[in-house]
């Protein structure tokens, strides 16, 4: 079993059990250590994972890592271990700086079973850094970072490589966030700079403050347009090559009532929440049977354009607040707030069962 599916049946297991587990022992045996078996380590060879090493500092004795990793009998990863239910804070993190600073390992993760928080030493040998490189947080898995934590596997475990890989994760990860900082507040000097590529005249506060709106508005539309274009393209390529024709529909369809034009615009982002969903179901059924209708209240996405199997429905019409609209097998509507288009990526699987269980009750 690839590493992604046994993190999926972890992360399934830890969203069932984890209001079950009330201890910090409990929480290392029903979370951690199946997350350190799943790297590939035998939780069970001392020489592989010991439990409790000692990390004694000075005249302080007693100071023991929950787990260890070890390769050639030295440590390499440790593991600082907390109750699922708390919260990974300042404190926390210190029993790890100084467990860090007394053995030979290189790389520290904090972690409560469900968020794993990994440190190294990047900017002072070690010292360890006071930024997390990487996060993985059990209960949203983004496959995005599966291929970086894959360096740690025991097969794949390569101490240069993953140091280098780890600093350009943090660099990365801090560069990001810069630019998310400056797409939904764009600073001064970044509204100067675009400024002056474009106006000639007096940068008085007036043009200042309307440049910071233009260059929000612009930052955004760009990135709208770029996902926009790459999944026109994605879907483009998959329609041209499709072979399998499409399943007829014996059904007569039940459409919305129409409502005049002029009363509904279907804005840009709606677009894009039409080309997500199809992106997600082009592997499980043909896009032309995704059908979207636009309403005054909502967005709506159907299957075979049938208002009795709704797919899902997109409120965007409140700028502030978006919120995704998903149905359980009653047809009973749940909304979820999300922040950004990208967030309905987490509900893929959802929406694909959805589509899957019309077809069932087609056949």
Known sequence: MDLIDQLKALSSKIAKQKNLVQTEEATKNAF???????LGYNVFDPTEVTPELSADIGVKKGEKVDYAILKDNKPIILFECKWCGSNLDQEHFSQLCR????TEARFGILTNGIMYRFYTDSEEP???DNKPFLEINMLDIKESL???LKKFTKAAFNLEETLNSAIELRYMKEIKQVLSDEINNPSESLVKFFTSKVYTGRLSQAVKQQFTDLTKK??????????NERLKSALSSEETTQTTPPVQIQQPVETIPEIPESKIITTQEEWEGFYIIKSILRKTIDVNRIVMKDTIGYCGILFDGNIKKPLCRLYF??????????FDVEKKEEKIAITELNDMFQYAERIQNTVLQYIQQTK
């Open 126 to 128: 070690n010292k360890i």
């Open 317 to 326: 019409n409140n700028t502030n607040r978006k919120q995704l609209a998903l």
């Open 218 to 227: 612009a930052l955004n539309q760009f990135i709208h347009e770029r996902i």
């Open 99 to 102: 467990y860090f600073t007394n």
């Open 146 to 148: 599966v291929d970086d």
């Open 32 to 38: 951690i250590m199946p997350f350190i078996a799943a």
